[in-house]
């Protein structure tokens, strides 16, 4: 979308490849069983090669639903020593202290920490388990650096100024945010289960450390739940995107259905809707490849700047991708000349991502089943039928089939699956 404003966009990913604690909650965030160890354990397989399994499973799942590659990804084990030097740069100015497990932030030392949340420090004390870590001057204070156990080795530790270790969950992001980006930068993203620690703990250790502001601006995505319900393991509804393409289903009609809802607005995913939007996406495609068979490319048109301009407020107006959605749709109901509207709708595709120029022209065989079917539908046209010719292109589209009724008769493709 910034780039479709002609921004200069540099985009940062880091990929957490480090294990961190299994404690989630404010009072024991910094305690329990190391989640990537733990997982590996349970796999048979090293925490290095747990964490090369899952970056590589994120990124062929990117290509699958069209999301651009950041300019930069940068993974935190590739990144120690920033990490370290982060901390010494806290320890120095005064906003750490040592307990027997690690080296800690000192909240109370810091002006404004809970701003993102709208939490004061001391609000955050309801819930908060104080007598998980009693050397913890406060609840709120977070791990900079965690001491490996005595007992036994981690399998992903490293050396620094304060024993053998490894970094604190929140250290990572902002020791390579400053790096790639600077400080300040423009905008931090993430889900909206960071902002109240992750987040709030990230501005206050990137502030401590430089004196100035963080981000510029925060973008939280909320949660997408499954038929109403939370998605996770435990409930038996999370889905990945092989699932999907084991049902039959392209992955860019999952990407459809999320630009369907606004980010800060949970998606409530269910295969109705993903049927729907799948259709939807079809449908679409068909304008494309209707457009195509008569010949029209879009570089015999242009983009009609009239109807480029509701889209492009709406994309700008907090990211509203469904409005901006709905003006696709009135761009192909148009009576605009084939070859604007299909300029005119690939331009828009620049921020849609559904790789609408790649629709191809098909050449579709059917068995007699189907030809039955499509004739029977014609007599029932005939007859103003519309009813039962509706069940019959419902059927069709069933057994994975797109009716197109054209001035010369029906015409009938086989539905697209992206692999």
């Known amino acids: 979308m910034f780039e479709y404003n002609d921004y200069h ?29 733990r997982s590996a354990r349970l ?34 084990t590739d990144h120690i020593r920033e990490q370290i030097a982060l901390v010494q ?17 000192d909240t109370s030392k810091l002006a404004g920490y809970g701003k993102l949340a709208g939490q004061s420090r001391d609000d955050r004390l309801a819930g908060a388990r104080v007598e998980v870590n009693p050397q913890k001057r406060h609840p709120a204070d977070f791990a900079l650096w965690r001491f490996s156990p005595q007992e036994g080795q981690r399998q992903m530790e490293w050396d620094s100024p304060w024993g053998v270790g490894f970094p604190g969950w929140h250290v990572e992001c902002s020791a390579m945010s400053t790096k790639y980006l600077g400080q300040p930068f423009d905008i931090h993203c993430g889900g909206v289960d ?32 499954v038929a109403g319900r939370r998605m996770g393991k435990s409930e038996g509804n999370a889905y990945l995107v092989d699932d999907l393409i084991d049902r039959g289903f392209d992955p860019l009609s999952f990407r459809y259905l999320c630009l369907n809802t606004h980010y800060r607005v949970k998606l409530n995913f269910t295969w109705e809707a993903l049927e729907a ?133 029906p015409k009938v493709r086989k539905l697209t699956r992206s692999p």
């Not at 966009?9 to 294990?19: A, L, P, Q, S, Y």
């Not at 990124?59 to 639903?65: A, C, G, H, I, M």
């Not at 740069?89 to 932030?105: N, V």
């Open 194 to 225: 960071h902002i109240a620690i992750h987040h709030t703990n990230e501005i206050a250790q990137s502030e401590a450390a430089e004196g100035k502001t963080m981000a510029n601006y925060w973008l939280h995505g909320e949660f997408m739940t």
């Open 277 to 409: 939007a799948q259709n939807a996406l079809e449908r679409l495609r068909e304008h494309v490849r209707s457009h195509k068979e008569s010949g029209v490319t879009a570089r015999e048109g242009e983009v009609l700047p009239d109807v480029r301009a509701p889209f492009y407020e709406a994309i700008n107006d907090d990211l509203n991708v469904p409005a901006a959605l709905g003006f696709v749709w009135e761009l192909m109901r148009s009576d605009r000349s084939p070859e604007d509207r299909l300029a005119t709708l690939e331009d828009f595709d620049r921020v849609l991502g559904l790789r609408l120029a790649e629709v191809k022209l098909t050449t579709t065989e059917v068995s007699k089943e189907v030809q039955q079917l499509l004739a029977q539908r014609e007599m029932f046209r005939a007859r103003r039928l519309w009813k039962d010719a509706d069940k019959i292109r419902d059927e069709l589209q069933r057994m994975g089939y797109a009716i197109e009724d054209t001035p010369q008769g």
């Open 9 to 37: 966009v540099r985009h940062v990913m880091n990929i957490t490849d480090v294990g961190h604690l299994t404690g989630d909650n404010i009072g024991d965030a910094d305690l329990g069983e190391d989640r990537m160890e």
């Open 43 to 76: 796999q048979g397989k090293s925490a290095w090669q747990l964490a090369k399994f899952y970056t590589d499973s994120f990124f062929k799942d990117v290509e699958r639903l069209n999301i651009r590659r950041p300019h930069v990804i940068c993974k935190a």
């Open 89 to 105: 740069k806290l320890e120095q100015k005064g906003y750490t202290y040592r307990a027997s497990d690690g080296i800690y932030f």
